[in-house]
């Protein structure tokens, strides 16, 4: 059988049910799920279909009343585990999960055997597909992947993102080094395209690293020592009470796609939610007119005008969670539009509990992932398997876009029946702490994620000529009237393209393309600049950023607007202008981003589950390892027969290595550029993510003040911009981020702020130094110097007091840090790992 797509809900016929005042519709095969959705899990009993089985036994904890106990029950057990397997009666656990859920002894062969195949080959070909385990009534051909260990980065098995077995003595310089030399993305870029000098265990020839990886007791190894895949939510019920009566500790792994290694933990029972239940297939419509019921999702989505909702399981990825909506868009007509990240292989998870950027689903109208949450389904620390949300908010007032929330109520799952919790929840603190505050308050094990109404998806693009390596004269041109054109463009004024700048010199000045309201120029968003892509919503919308563009080429050398200007003082010639202008392009050839997901550009890959599809493209030849020429135009030629995927595929090391991810406040990217030379890299921000907040969460004050972030390079390595060194700490940093002069708490300790991008962050990144924050951590220190003199990663990312907030609910909400992961927020004995 020829497969068109990963035959995600594929449309064979349709069932439209109308359940609790909300319109939804599935596919015949996913009637239960559809109907579980429907009913927001009155009952969790569809699991147990197969079995028999009741859930009381699981799902339910001997707990006292309320009158007897108001407190939930923690044990402090998980700080008494001494690393000895043997004491411990895992068939305890194995009692109590599903019949077919297993317990997998770990490793580092198993990792070797399950983990690299992928990485044998040339970087072109390779997808995330083929590290995460499948489904295969879901993708079919699947991956016939059966680890659980398996991830994005192959160096973030190990701690730090880093397989020497010598951690703590190499300093910065040799580990970045090692790092960037074994990611062929990073080499593509340095190469001017050519990924395929990173094969595992071949190229780099005679890599130490790969000796590194290969050593059976490697002690910089983070893998777990135990794991399951969890189908439902007794296996995680069972799986967390058994890791907290044991002294164990939990890791949580949804895709394997985090840049930091966040994913896997040293000595931890993982769970990797690949097999839970997905739900997705399910969307729900909230018809107009209709009333709902306190807790139900579709009341909260109709007061911030959105038209539904889809509830994405476990560890569903963005690529499930699109192709269903779009199948339900293709089957009933194209009303919604899903929110998310650009590699389809993403969860939904992780990147929202980081707050979740979007430059390709409308990200600067519509704010972060952490603010599309309607709704949240966990087990905390306790067991508890709980449900919670805002119940009571007021009305947005402008700019704010979405209701300020005011009361959040939950619920909690006893004896198979959702209703009141036998102990104290702190379901606000859980709201505020888990999105945008990282992970590690809890197992999510689904998210009730608001749709918006479809409009028109076009795409342009101002960056469509090779002009040669990042440091041609024409490219360097290219780029820094790109870089002006976005900051214009986003992060200008609402009147930047009228009044008095469109009329400068007393020419047409910078004046658009018919009128470009402020709000027209929030329709759209940018993931990567140096692409020069532009993904809109609204007809018209990408027609008016070329003739802007253009425009704005045309007036570069007569009508400077104050304000924009470039570094290098470019003059463009008429040539240049020329080339600009013509490389440029517009148009609404894809209804959704999903669509570019499965053609090359948007990081599709062939099909390779499917033996057809792999023989048509799959021409690897070790002694002539580059891929075939046609590889790419495969997938635009026949989008059906690949992968929805992601453009940074599979890697030996993360492509943040050796880099710092920085947030640019939106009012001072021109001067950033102007005085700093720090270019656009990541345009998703805008007034959705400056005022998408309901008022109470975590995302940081840098991301809601950002107009961008982009990164600055560790070390020496080959750069193409600024370093993250003590020019930029003295210089920018001070100006950005501490223009009233360094801050100091009552101890006289430095207070940090916060400034770090999460999301894209490296493990080798640190703050500057602790006692003076104009200087960065020196790269010659050695990791363990670094962690002693430098402030950590997380305090970079949330600063000082945010971080203390946090660490205080984390104390609360998981006091003994069942809950675990690297560069994570943990209960006060823990920082830094």
């Not at 609790?20 to 429907?38: E, G, L, Y």
């Not at 340095?190 to 595992?200: A, L, N, Q, R």
């Not at 379901?427 to 094990?445: A, H, K, M, N, T």
């Not at 920018?732 to 400034?755: H, K, M, S």
Request: glycine residues 8%; charged residues 20%.
């Amino acid at each position: 059988m020829k497969y068109s797509t990963i035959a995600l809900n594929l449309v064979f016929g349709t069932v439209s049910v109308t359940l609790a005042s909300k319109h939804v519709r599935v596919h015949p095969k996913n009637n239960n799920s559809a109907k579980h959705d429907s009913t927001l899990h009155e009952k969790e009993g569809e699991r147990h279909l197969k079995s028999g089985k009741s859930t009381k036994s699981k799902t339910s904890k001997s707990k006292a009343s309320k009158s007897e106990s108001s407190t939930c029950s923690y044990t402090d057990a998980a700080k008494s585990f001494d690393g000895d397997l043997m004491s411990i009666d895992w068939n305890e656990l194995r009692a109590n999960l599903f019949p077919s859920t297993e317990i997998q002894h770990v490793t580092t062969q198993d990792f070797l055997d399950s983990c690299t195949d992928e990485l044998s080959i040339p970087y072109a070909y390779r997808t995330n597909w083929h590290l995460q385990v499948s489904d295969p009534a879901v993708v079919n051909p699947n991956s016939n992947q059966t680890s659980p260990l398996c991830m994005a980065s192959l160096f973030c098995a190990f701690k730090g993102c880093n397989p020497n077995p010598n951690q703590g003595q190499e300093n910065l310089t040799s580990s970045a080094t090692i790092a960037v030399n074994h990611c062929a993305n990073l080499q593509g870029i340095f190469t001017g395209g050519d990924t395929s000098k990173v094969i595992w265990d071949t190229l780099p020839a005679d890599s130490e690293a790969y000796d590194w990886v290969k050593i059976p007791n490697n002690p910089s190894s983070n893998l777990p020592m135990k794991a399951i895949f969890p189908k439902n939510a007794e296996d995680v019920v069972a799986a967390v009470n058994f890791a907290r009566e044991n002294g164990i500790k939990i890791s949580i792994k949804n895709s394997g796609h985090d840049y930091a290694g966040r994913s896997t933990k040293k000595g931890t029972l993982l769970l990797n939610m690949k097999k839970y239940n997905k739900y997705s297939s399910s969307i729900v419509s909230c018809l107009e007119g209709e009333s709902f019921g306190k807790g139900d999702p579709c009341r909260l989505a109709k007061d911030r005008g959105k038209p539904g909702y889809v509830r994405v399981g476990g560890g569903e990825n963005f690529a499930e969670m699109y192709l269903n909506v779009r199948s339900y868009n293709e089957a009933f007509g194209y009303q919604f539009t899903a929110f998310g990240g650009a590699s389809a292989t993403v969860s939904p998870f992780g990147y929202s509990m980081w707050a979740g950027l979007s430059g390709t689903t409308g990200g600067r109208a519509r704010g972060f992932g952490a603010d599309q949450i309607l709704k949240i389904e966990m087990v905390l620390a306790s067991g508890d398997h709980v449900r919670f949300g805002p119940t009571d908010w007021d009305a947005p007032v402008s700019p704010q876009i979405y209701p300020q929330t005011k009361e959040v109520s939950g619920e909690c799952l006893n004896d198979d029946e959702w209703g009141e919790c036998d102990c104290d929840i702190p379901f606000e603190l859980l709201w505020r702490s888990v999105r945008g505050g990282g992970p590690g308050y809890g197992v999510i094990l689904s998210l009730f994620l608001q749709l918006h109404k479809y409009e028109q998806y076009e795409v342009a693009g101002i960056a469509g000529c090779d002009f040669g390596l990042p440091d041609s004269p024409r490219n360097i041109k290219s780029m820094s009237v790109r870089s002006n054109f976005y900051i214009a463009y986003y992060m200008q004024d609402e009147d930047f393209f009228d009044g008095e700048n469109a009329k400068h010199n007393g020419t047409d000045g910078f004046k658009a393309y018919g009128e470009v309201s402020y709000e027209k120029r929030s329709a759209c968003s940018t993931p990567a600049t140096t692409l020069g892509s532009f993904f809109c919503d609204g007809e018209g919308t990408s027609t008016q950023v070329v003739e802007t563009y253009q425009t704005f080429v045309k007036n570069w050398n007569i009508a400077s607007a104050p304000g924009l200007s470039s570094p290098l003082s470019i003059t463009l010639t008429d040539d240049d202008v020329q080339a600009f202008q013509e490389c440029t392009k517009f148009g609404a050839e894809y209804k959704a981003w999903v669509d570019i997901n499965q053609n090359a550009g948007g990081g599709g890959k062939p099909n390779r589950f499917d033996p057809e599809v792999k023989a048509k493209n799959y021409t690897y030849n070790p002694v002539m390892p580059d891929p075939n020429p046609n590889l790419n135009m495969y997938c635009n030629q026949n989008p059906g027969e690949c992968l929805a995927a992601e453009a940074d595929g599979p890697d030996m090391a993360p492509p943040t290595v050796g880099t710092a991810p920085v947030l640019i406040p939106n009012d001072l990217a021109q001067e950033a550029f102007n005085n700093y030379s720090i270019s656009v890299n990541y345009a998703a921000f805008g007034p959705g993510t400056m005022h998408g907040s309901d008022g109470m969460d975590s995302v940081t004050s840098a991301f809601r003040n950002a107009g961008q972030w982009t990164s600055l390079f560790l070390g020496k390595n080959p750069t193409f911009g600024p370093l993250y060194d003590d020019t930029f700490f003295a210089g920018a940093f001070q100006e950005f981020f501490q223009p009233n002069g360094t801050v100091r708490d009552e101890f006289g300790d430095i207070v940090l702020p916060p400034y770090a991008n999460p999301l894209h962050a490296s493990p080798m990144m640190y703050g500057p130094m602790k006692n003076d924050t104009e200087k960065a951590c020196p790269e010659d220190m050695t990791t363990l110097e670094r962690d002693e003199k430098c402030f950590p990663l997380i305090e970079a990312v949330f600063g000082s007091k945010q971080l203390k907030v946090l660490m205080a609910a984390k104390g609360k909400i998981d006091p003994s840090n069942i809950f675990t992961c690297d560069f994570c927020v943990a209960a006060p004995e823990i920082i830094h790992p």
